[in-house]
């Protein structure tokens, strides 16, 4: 699904360059779960946006289910989001204004789905993970448990075989993290690919594939560069 080879980032501040990739090369199968660990500043969240095509590496190839996909330019990174890419983040990014059911939907929308197929759809989406009922409660009514299952239910509408996520249990408690937790599991046993950047060792140990990153650059199982 996912193949990186000697990816590098830099980023600028003022006068000094920051190396937020160095030399990054992997591969993620299709159909794995995949954790990308590492503390505040290790490249991880940069290296994540990157393949979700939100940010471009300066050097290195990028192939995406089969696809060199390095020098897309924005427009053909929109519509590979768009048919490839789930993405669900620490922060939910709801949109307050809009109902559960009008947040799942807003995917569709952009994909000229006529009104009554969308809504029947982004209904199936919620049902399927644990809100059958809520569709027509705002952001602000809904549990942070919730927000993130609905922004799930969003990430999922349009079926992506690929889902990125961003720290998804970092805002919630322990409990509400681990439900969260296994609903991405149940969802990865349906067939999808998905890679979570994740702090946490708990989330890493239930990954089938971890990647740790330190400075840029990703470490061989030992804690050594790789």
């Known amino acids: 699904m996912i193949r990186v080879q000697q990816l590098v980032k830099d980023y600028h501040l003022g006068d000094s360059r920051v190396r937020a990739l160095d030399d990054v090369t992997f591969e993620i199968p299709t159909g794995a779960l995949a954790a990308i660990t590492g503390q505040s500043g290790s490249g991880k969240t940069t290296l994540l946006n990157v393949l979700g095509g939100l940010d471009t590496a300066d050097a290195g190839r990028y192939w995406l289910n089969g696809r060199d996909v390095s020098?897309?330019?924005?427009?053909?990174?929109?519509?590979?989001?768009?048919?490839?890419?789930?993405?669900?983040?620490?922060?939910f990014n709801l949109l307050p204004a809009l109902t559960a059911l009008g947040n799942v939907e807003l995917p569709l929308v952009y994909r000229r789905v006529p009104p009554r197929e969308r809504r029947r759809v982004a209904e199936e989406a919620l049902a399927a993970v644990g809100l059958p009922h809520r569709g027509h409660h705002r952001p602000s009514q809904l549990s942070g448990g919730q927000q993130q299952r609905t922004a799930i239910a969003r990430a999922l509408v349009g079926n992506p075989p690929l889902l990125l996520a961003d720290e998804p249990t970092g805002n919630l408690d322990a409990e509400t993290g681990s439900e969260i937790l296994g609903l991405l599991e149940h969802l990865h046993r349906q067939g999808r690919t998905i890679v979570i950047v994740t702090h946490s060792t708990e989330v890493a140990s239930r990954a089938e594939l971890v990647l740790s990153m330190r400075d840029g650059r990703l470490l061989a199982p030992g804690g050594g560069a790789a």
């Open 71 to 91: 020098h897309f330019n924005p427009i053909e990174w929109s519509r590979e989001r768009n048919r490839t890419i789930g993405f669900v983040f620490q922060s």
